[in-house]
């Protein structure tokens, strides 16, 4: 065991789902507002929180996580609620974590049990087994080889972090830290974020990617994909799920997110905003509510872009300059 390596195989199904992942991400990094956009990171740190802990039966729902997150109060069990803040607050970690310290990821593991766990962020010290509901998958790994399996795990991970392709990579990883199962709770939560780790460190892009909610839909799949493995002796067929997982969630990502605003487009935007649908206002009350005070600014950045896109109307079309005139949104 101590140049342990993972059993995998490389397949031509897994090399297409990497080149179709490559060309999706190629497409997204033309999409420069993600990393303008707090809400966007936001929501997709709530969905993916929601649907990792839902995938270990946590019973709160997307809107019940998002107001825990918010700071609201929320009616649930305290377990389930703490859990959304554990996990939070992990999430949050994601830019400062090394995914190849094992050291990391027990003070991970720590944020992500406080208070829900005996034995947080500290590897078990008794037997483990993996569950999907009430059935067992597997009898893991006895106690005794935890310490020695992760630090094997880690030390091919770091000797092949530039030799393996990081989506190929994390997968492996995910499925044999699930394997090992080296904590007392927590490992499929872990599993998940751990992967998400690895692919951030190699582009920051995969914050906006929240593949756990497409797990979390193909719930039975990802413990089938983890059974067969364990039955095969390889993480063949995880990797090529976990492959699909990713290409899926970039395709849909992609087809529901509008292209980057211009600046011509975020000023409209401004200037609808502040106005109410046919309700006229003159050119002084548009410059108070924009907070500004040049009337040609007011005309070249605001109206004429709008006016001509039809999303703003003359009170009296005839006369465009009148000192009477007003504006209003269609």
């Not at 090394?98 to 990391?104: A, G, K, L, M, Q």
Request: charged content about 25%.
């Amino acid at each position: 065991m101590e140049n342990y390596v993972p059993p995998f195989e490389l397949t031509n199904d897994m090399l297409e789902k990497v080149s179709s992942i490559m060309e999706k991400i190629g497409k997204l990094d033309n999409y420069n507002t993600f990393d303008k956009n707090p809400y966007l990171r936001k929501q997709t740190r709530i969905n993916s929180i929601h649907s990792s802990l839902a995938i270990e039966n946590n019973k709160l729902s997307l809107n019940q996580v998002k107001d825990v997150i918010n700071g609201k109060v929320v009616i649930g069990k305290q377990k389930d609620i703490q859990e959304v803040k554990n996990a939070y607050n992990a999430y949050e970690k994601l830019a400062k974590i090394n995914p190849y310290s094992i050291e990391d990821l027990k003070k991970v593991h720590g944020m992500m049990t406080f208070l829900t766990v005996e034995q947080s962020g500290e590897f078990r010290t008794g037997p483990e087994g993996v569950f999907d509901g009430d059935n067992c998958i597997f009898i893991c790994p006895p106690e005794d080889m935890v310490i020695p399996l992760m630090n094997n795990l880690f030390k091919w991970l770091n000797y092949n972090k530039d030799k393996i392709h990081p989506l190929i990579l994390s997968s492996i990883f995910h499925y044999e830290f699930v394997f090992i199962h080296p904590f007392s709770d927590g490992n499929g939560r872990m599993a998940r974020l751990w992967q998400n780790a690895i692919l951030y460190n190699w582009k920051d892009i995969f914050e906006y990617i929240p593949i756990e909610s497409k797990i979390h839909k193909y719930q039975n799949e990802y413990y089938k994909a983890i059974a067969d493995c364990n039955n095969e002796g390889n993480s063949n067929q995880f990797i090529s799920f976990m492959l699909k997982m990713i290409d899926d969630t970039l395709e849909e990502l992609i087809t529901t997110t509008p292209l980057p605003l211009t600046n011509e487009d975020i000023n409209i935007k401004k200037l609808l905003d502040v106005m109410d649908s046919n309700i006229p206002l003159s050119a002084k009350e548009i410059m108070e509510k924009l907070n500004i005070k040049s009337k040609e600014t007011l005309r070249n950045v605001y109206l004429d872009p709008a006016i001509k896109k039809d999303l703003i109307k003359f009170t009296i079309p005839d006369k465009p300059t009148s000192k009477n005139q007003k504006y209003y949104k269609i």
